[in-house]
Nanobody
Framework: EVQLVESGGGLVQPGGSLRLSCTASGFTFSSYAMSWVRQPPGKGLEWVSAIGGTGTNTGYRDSVKGRFTISRDNAKNEVNLDMKSLQPEDTAIYYC?????????????WGQGTQVTVSS
């Protein structure tokens, strides 16, 4: 069973930093790209960042480039999102996401989400 469990959200003042982590299980972690997706209050889902299986390739939405860093530790089955210079517009529920193929079936898997609130 594929499971994704996020941690690390919270309340932070503008300009502050947070680190989100996602621990995965139930699939060969190093074989799959991982993504972070967020949902701001009252808005739809936004892709934030992604990282390839080896960690070499990464991508970011324009609004977080230079402020967020995605990384992974394949030995721990963990993907992290280091966020700095946080702004109120970064307030959202952040989800870890993986597209995994198991037994000839491909599914999109989501964590339960972790709330990030940027406010003074």
């Amino acid at each position: 069973e594929v499971q994704l469990v996020e941690s690390g959200g919270g309340l932070v003042q503008p300009g502050g930093s947070l680190r989100l982590s996602c621990t995965a299980s139930g699939f060969t972690f190093s074989s799959y790209a991982m993504s972070w997706v967020r949902q701001p209050p009252g808005k739809g889902l936004e892709w934030v960042s992604a990282i390839g299986g080896t960690g070499t390739n990464t991508g970011y939405r324009d609004s977080v480039k230079g402020r967020f860093t995605i990384s992974r530790d394949n030995a721990k089955n963990e993907v992290n999102l280091d966020m700095k210079s946080l702004q109120p517009e970064d307030t959202a529920i952040y989800y870890c996401r993986a597209v995994v193929s198991l037994s000839s079936t491909t599914g999109i898997y989501w964590g339960q989400g972790t709330q990030v609130t940027v406010s003074s």
